[in-house]
């Protein structure tokens, strides 16, 4: 039994374990002077014998403390107790959402359409404020009692601008789910988290992950070399669009990728919901007219009734006049030559 149980915290009650991770262990809490339940993630004491694990630990609160978004789980204390350090954050009810996909097996998409855009909202803040959260996974989303989805656990986050700890974040993260840049040794950024939510997208979507292997390396290997499965093998009713949006996610080369998490959800629901992309529409060129024609705009107008009687009794006139000159010419020439 966790010797923890039922004793106190600081003013947290601990009532019973909720959750263990390779950075702690989580109990479910009791906040009398507020009346409310709380989630308490405690480091484990064999890990407490290294001052860089205790500083990697502290800085999850801080870092998450930074936080204010309504789909990232609420720190509310970081703190320590003797030898024992403890981060007080918000109580998420609900089951996660490792677990609804390993209940139900691929969620129907409408119901990614409702959930996606709100773990991107949440991941895109962080993004804004330089805050890499290296460990997104199905597991790592929890539902409230409302359906509220909420990004948890940035317990090794990193901020963009921190100072690195030695070799810190080479192996972190969880496999399933590791960017091939990751994998191969890179620094974690914020492509890497996008790469991560492509995996959990397709995951939602198909009911399993990309990469599957016997063995932790063998995995990161998939990630590195290999082209995922083409989702459409394995859900064959899968529309080529929303096919195409998981494959750009998973793009080995990370410019290849998205360029924002909220371009990826625009981009699935666009996929799902077939609004059509505008095109721009270039008019048909008109025929060229024959050379020997004239344009139809500039031929002359046929003359009226009236108008043609002025133009006969004007050339009688005028030939009149042409025959009276000759015939003056005429007599000159024969009078005074």
């Known amino acids: 039994m966790d010797t923890l149980l039922g004793q106190k915290l600081g003013q947290y009650e601990i009532i019973e374990e909720i959750g263990r991770g390779g ?8 906040q009398p002077s507020l009346n ?24 999850e609160a801080t870092t998450a403390g930074r936080l204010h978004h309504p789909n990232i789980v609420t720190i509310y204390d970081v703190a320590q107790q003797d ?6 954050m918000e109580y998420v009810d609900g089951k996660s959402l490792k677990q609804m996909v390993q209940e139900s097996g691929p969620l129907p998409l409408e119901t990614v359409a409702k959930v996606l855009p709100q773990i991107t909202s949440a991941l895109d803040y962080a993004h804004k404020r330089g805050i890499i959260h290296r460990d997104i996974k199905p597991s790592n989303v929890l539902f409230d009692s409302s359906g ?18 030695t070799q810190e974040g080479r192996s972190l ?4 789910y590791m960017a091939p840049e990751v994998a191969d040794g890179r620094a974690a950024t914020a492509a890497s988290d996008i790469y991560s939510l492509g995996v959990m997208l397709y995951e939602m979507v198909v009911g399993r992950v990309p990469f599957k292997a016997d063995t932790p390396y063998a995995v990161l290997l ?32 990370p410019a290849n990728r998205y360029a924002t998490a909220l371009d990826m959800a625009q981009e699935f629901d666009q996929a799902i919901h077939g609004t059509p992309v505008p095109v721009a529409v270039t008019p048909a060129p008109q025929p060229a007219a024959p050379a020997f024609e ?31 000159v000759m015939g003056a010419a005429a007599a000159w020439y024969f009078l005074f030559r």
Do not use: C, N, W
């Open 83 to 88: 030898s024992t350090y403890y981060i007080a």
């Open 222 to 253: 998939g990630h590195i070399s290999k082209a995922p499965p083409s989702p459409r093998s394995i859900l064959p009713s899968l529309p080529d669009a929303v096919e195409a949006v998981l494959l750009k996610a998973l793009a080995k080369d």
């Open 36 to 59: 409310r339940h709380v989630a308490i993630k405690v480091l484990p004491a064999h890990l407490t014998v290294s001052k860089e694990l205790v500083q990697r630990f502290l800085r």
């Open 148 to 165: 509220r989805p909420i990004l948890v656990d940035f317990g090794i986050a990193k901020a963009g601008d921190a100072t690195s700890l």
């Open 23 to 30: 950075m702690g262990v989580v109990y479910k809490g009791y």
């Open 173 to 176: 993260g969880t496999v399933e």
């Open 294 to 324: 004239l344009p139809f705009d500039t031929l002359p107008e046929e003359p009226q009734p009236g108008a043609m009687k002025t133009m006969i009794i004007a050339a009688v006139i005028g030939g009149g006049l042409a025959i009276v």
